[in-house]
């Protein structure tokens, strides 16, 4: 008897775990909600009439084509990105993200779609010369700080413009906050504004970004200053933000992206928008 109710138990608790396996099983995507800011040109921007163009939105066209997936654009500002993500205000970030160990800690991400630089723009007529070239940082410090000692120098005294939140923030903060006034910003917009009335002597932004500034009317006294710089400093390039624990997407997002890498999509578009190429390296 002792026996017979033993396996009974047992046999219960097979049909509980197959019963959890079937509510568990692989979630499916039909369609999702992707958020991006809409003034971040020419990674993305809104049209007039509302709609979404740019870089990020016309991948993301073709993206939600190979996926299978109905994808619908939705306006977010950009500090409440990840906040809105983890509560389920929308599916996907798409905002030039750059991926990084800190954001990882909160958020998930596809594999990068770019990986783009970073430099300084200024008014030309200041004269302001920061140098030319590539510096490829670690994101440590102790082998960083010798790399930009040179930059610490040009830019003393100097106030710098930079957006609050994101990976070169903190960079600015670390490396010039003892040499020079760090102004902090909400939108890339503001201190690219307040440089043209020259409220700031330079600002730091995305390298794409700020080429897009250069390409448009009104900026014909703007110049980049400064070197192009890169590395595992600014994380593993840009890519989707994704809430943790959806694998299925990441796998979706993922596929997709290197796919338009590989048939050479990703740097169609790349100079198309930015006059650069930012695919990022295999993986």
Same mark, same amino acid.
């Given at each position: ?7 009974? @138990? ?90 990084? @160990? ?9 594999? #990068?779609?770019?990986?783009?630089? @970073? ?5 030309? *007529? ?5 140098? @030319? ?7 440590? #410090? ?26 070169? *923030? ?59 710089? *890169? ?15 959806? #694998? ?36």
């Amino acid at each position: 008897m002792k026996n017979k109710k033993i396996a009974f @138990a047992a046999c219960s608790l097979l049909m509980t775990l197959a019963s959890v396996s079937l509510t568990t099983q692989a979630k499916e995507w039909h369609s999702i909600q992707i958020a991006t800011e809409g003034v971040y040109e020419p990674w993305n921007r809104t049209r007039p009439d509302g709609s979404f163009d740019g870089f990020e939105p016309q991948m993301a066209k073709v993206l939600c084509e190979r996926m299978k997936i109905e994808c619908t654009l939705v306006a977010q500002d950009w500090d409440g990105l990840i906040p809105g993500l983890k509560a389920g205000k929308f599916d996907v970030i798409m905002d030039a993200l750059a991926i990084s @160990a800190e954001r990882r800690k909160v958020i998930d991400f596809s594999r #990068p779609y770019t990986d783009a630089p @970073a430099t300084f723009i200024a008014q030309q *007529s200041s004269g302001l010369d920061l140098g @030319a070239g590539n510096l490829v940082l670690r994101g440590d #410090p102790a082998l960083d700080t010798p790399v930009v000692e040179d930059l610490r120098n040009r830019l003393k005294g100097k106030l710098i413009g930079i957006v609050s939140g994101t990976v070169y *923030s903190g960079f600015i903060r670390e490396q010039f906050g003892q040499v020079a006034t760090i102004r902090e910003y909400k939108t890339p917009p503001e201190p690219l504004m307040d440089l043209k009335n020259g409220r700031v002597d330079v600002v730091f932004e995305d390298y794409g970004f700020l080429a897009g500034e250069l390409q448009r009317a009104g900026s014909s006294d703007l110049v980049l200053v400064g070197p192009a710089i *890169s590395g595992p400093i600014w994380g593993e390039g840009q890519g989707f933000g994704i809430r943790q624990g959806e #694998p299925e997407l990441k796998a979706k997002l993922d596929a997709a992206i290197a796919s338009m890498i590989k048939d050479g999509t990703i740097s169609e578009l790349s100079h198309k928008w930015f006059r650069h190429d930012f695919t990022p390296p295999s993986q």
